[in-house]
């Protein structure tokens, strides 16, 4: 793409990617508990950024792969989905971490190219935004995570806020009450998914899985 070139955002593809392990060796009821916290903060999310870009409620705004069931093919949806949209937001905790899907996926997105949307030039900025889950001290970050800036609430209307979502981590603040703390978060997060979607364009790339690496791995495993 050259300068002047006209970008267009499909909205059949979706504005965010959400990446978050999952927790298979825990007992049934508990991973379901953990997986229902995650569809909420999902939807939550959804929502907000669906008002601030201007989708309808049933148009497509997220992805997650928790969204599909059995009986679809589930590695295609998720890698056209990894392959179009703007911005990757992985939960951080030690089941993401852990995850090679997770690690694959961060791979598949960083591959795209993507440019500077008012002068169409590219840029080595990738639209990654990495989202506390779980407190940090209970993570072990790999070497290209912890190179990337994380989010953080800013402007909050509570001074604390940023302070208890750091410590706490997203899963944190739905244990807490009241749940303001998490709603505010989560639209301060959605404001800064629109500001990256408004400021960079990622290409659509059409992505093999076969030929994802798990990024998270330790280098000396590789």
């Known amino acids: ?10 909205q059949d593809l979706p504005v965010f990617f ?18 229902d916290r995650v569809s909420m903060f999902f939807n939550d999310l959804s929502a907000d950024v669906g008002e601030l870009v201007g989708r309808a409620p049933n148009e497509y705004v997220g992805f997650m792969d928790q969204t ?58 990738c639209p990654i935004l990495p989202v506390i889950w779980t407190p940090l001290d209970t993570v072990e970050l790999p070497t290209v995570m912890d190179r ?13 806020l940023r302070r208890l979502y750091l410590q706490e981590g997203i899963y944190g603040l739905l244990n807490l009450q009241p ?24 290409e659509p790339l059409d992505l093999d899985s076969s030929e994802l690496r798990n990024v998270f791995a330790k280098e000396s495993s590789r």
């Not at 990337?148 to 604390?160: D, G, I, K, L």
């Open 179 to 202: 749940t303001n703390a998490y709603r505010e978060v989560v639209w301060r997060l959605a404001r800064r998914v629109v500001d990256l979607h408004r400021r960079y364009y990622v």
């Open 18 to 35: 959400l990446s978050y392990g999952h927790a298979h060796a825990l007992p049934l009821e508990v991973e379901t508990a953990r997986n």
């Open 68 to 125: 599909f069931q059995g009986g679809e093919d589930w590695v295609a949806d998720l890698t056209e989905a990894l392959g179009g949209c703007q911005v990757f937001i992985p939960l951080i905790s030690s089941s993401l971490v852990a995850s090679s899907w997770c690690g694959m996926e961060w791979d598949g997105f960083t591959r795209r190219r993507v440019i500077k949307r008012d002068t169409r030039v590219p840029v080595r900025k």
């Open 148 to 160: 990337v800036q994380r989010f953080s609430p800013q402007n909050s209307s509570t001074p604390a």
């Open 1 to 10: 793409m050259t300068p002047g070139d006209h970008v267009v955002d499909d």
